[in-house]
């Protein structure tokens, strides 16, 4: 069964960082592509960046520039490194096996305060 679970989110001011975390399970990690999606209140799922089981990496215009998504396969883990963070970045940030986040952990709280 796959399981994920994110870590990391927070309330910062506008500029500041973060760094989330995913610990992942049930499947061959280090094989599979992983991605970060978000959800802003009241709206749909967005995706934010992805990473192959090569390590090339893919960002969301968005974020393009700010974000940064790694993954250590010794630990099961990707992450997202966040820069610059701006209030449009507020929302639920999940991690996820597919770009459309169909399947994702249960997700973690960036709040960014103007």
């Known amino acids: 069964e796959v399981q994920l679970v994110e870590s990391g989110g927070g309330l910062v001011q506008t500029a500041e960082s973060l760094r989330l975390s995913c610990a992942a399970s049930?499947?061959?990690?280090?094989?599979?592509?992983m991605y970060w999606v978000r959800q802003a209140p009241g709206k749909g799922l967005e995706w934010v960046s992805a990473?192959?089981?090569?390590?090339?990496?893919y960002y969301a215009d968005s974020v393009k520039g700010r974000f940064t998504i790694t993954r250590d396969n010794a630990k099961n883990t990707p992450y997202l490194q966040m820069n610059s963070l701006k209030p449009e970045d507020t929302a639920m940030y999940y991690c996820a096996t597919d770009s459309r986040g169909n399947v994702r952990g249960q997700g973690t709280q960036v709040t960014v305060s103007s």
């Open positions: 990473i192959n089981s090569g390590g090339d990496t």
């Open positions: 049930g499947f061959t990690f280090s094989s599979y592509w």
